[in-house]
């Protein structure tokens, strides 16, 4: 896909990730989209998000699903130094294919002092393919 097709293939509101790490740079490019509620991550799945079966890797959702969750928990929280992710679990409900738009969106946080919970739904095409929870250790500022 050249840069124009990849722009097109990307849904309205999204914007380029700003966030990288050496664990995602080979999934790139990842998007994302701000809502006052939810840090929603989105990418068009490629061979490089492959298994050696040819099916969307389950790790990659996984570690998208934590970064979304993550980042959601920091936006509603403010005032963090950061947050470690303390259990993550992830119910795959349907597969994944290449061509499609994968999107993670945060549905559900609890934040307490010390503790945040939070739940996403990840869709491929708008349908479910994931369902994933989180708890994270909160850092706060003093």
């Known amino acids: 896909m ?5 722009l097109a293939a990307v849904p309205a509101g ?18 994302f989209k701000a809502t006052p509620e939810a840090y929603i991550l989105g990418l068009r799945l ?3 998000h492959t298994n ?5 890797h389950g790790g990659l959702i996984a570690a998208l ?3 979304a969750m993550g980042l959601s928990c920091s936006l509603k929280a403010g005032n963090l130094l950061g947050l ?3 259990n993550l679990s992830v119910d795959y409900l349907g597969s994944a ?3 499609q738009w994968l999107e993670i969106d945060t549905n559900f946080m609890k934040i307490g002092g010390s503790i945040c919970f939070a739940q996403c739904l990840v869709t491929a095409d708008g349908e479910p393919c994931a369902r994933a929870n989180a708890t994270f250790k909160i850092a706060r500022k003093k």
């Open 2 to 6: 050249g840069t124009t097709e990849t």
């Open 14 to 31: 999204f914007a380029r990730h700003p966030r990288r790490s050496p664990l995602t740079e080979p999934w790139e490019p990842i998007y």
């Open 46 to 48: 490629a061979e490089a």
């Open 52 to 56: 050696s079966r040819g099916l969307i």
């Open 65 to 67: 699903a934590d970064n």
């Open 84 to 86: 470690v992710t303390i």
């Open 97 to 99: 294919n290449i061509g």
